[in-house]
């Protein structure tokens, strides 16, 4: 089965400064894609970065990027110069699975970002 | 862009009630899914359907039934509401896709369902 565990329920940062949300994974599938979301207050989900298994670059997206660790399993969002914006609620998810199940994503329970100024 | 739509951003519905819960996407997409979100957990798959009339179970598929006729068009149902399915419910859509895919799922603006 595929799991999403992200530890941290809750992180702050102040502006302009870097922060690194955590992400670890679970699957025994060769084949699998990383994904990050964004979440705001006003709710609607917004793709930010993806990773695939067998990238062997680390994803970048303007001011994120995904720390990819395969070995350990891990896929960390890096958000660098953090802006009061980027306060919201963070998602990690995989696609994996066989057959029928793929296309779906699992998601972790999330990290809520409060940046300061 | 994607437009994924969900028929109501705000519902409230009694005990028991039958709820139907609308999406419609606009990109021709087989793959449509149906996400509960609450506090501390995450999102979580109710429902999801890689083709017309076909639908496969997620992992919270209890108390929740789908419909889909039309290839646009993914419909949650509540047989008769409960408290417990007083939630966020988030709608998406994606092209049909392997594993190590790079389409994200494209969702719509969620419905806050809250059951009385």
Known sequence: AQKITQTQPGMFVQEKEAVTL???????????GLFWYKQPSSGEMI???YQGS????????????????KARKSANLVIS?????????????????RGSTLGRLYFGRGTQLTVWP | DVKVTQSSRYLVKRTGEKVFLECVQDMDHENMFWYRQ?????LRLIYFSYDVKMKEKGDIPEGYSVSR??????SLILESASTNQTSMYLCASSPVQGAGSHSPLHFGNGT?????
């Open chain 2, 38 to 42: 609450d506090p501390g957990l995450g």
């Open chain 1, 54 to 69: 067998y990238d062997q670059q680390n994803a970048t997206e303007g001011r994120y990027s995904l720390n990819f660790q």
């Open chain 1, 81 to 97: 110069a953090s802006q009061l914006g980027d306060s919201a609620m963070y998602f990690c998810a995989m696609r994996g699975g």
């Open chain 2, 69 to 74: 006729e039309k290839k646009e068009r993914f």
């Open chain 1, 22 to 32: 955590d992400c670890t994974y679970d699957t025994s599938d060769p084949s699998y």
């Open chain 1, 47 to 49: 793709f930010l970065i």
């Open chain 2, 112 to 116: 806050r369902l809250t059951v009385t």
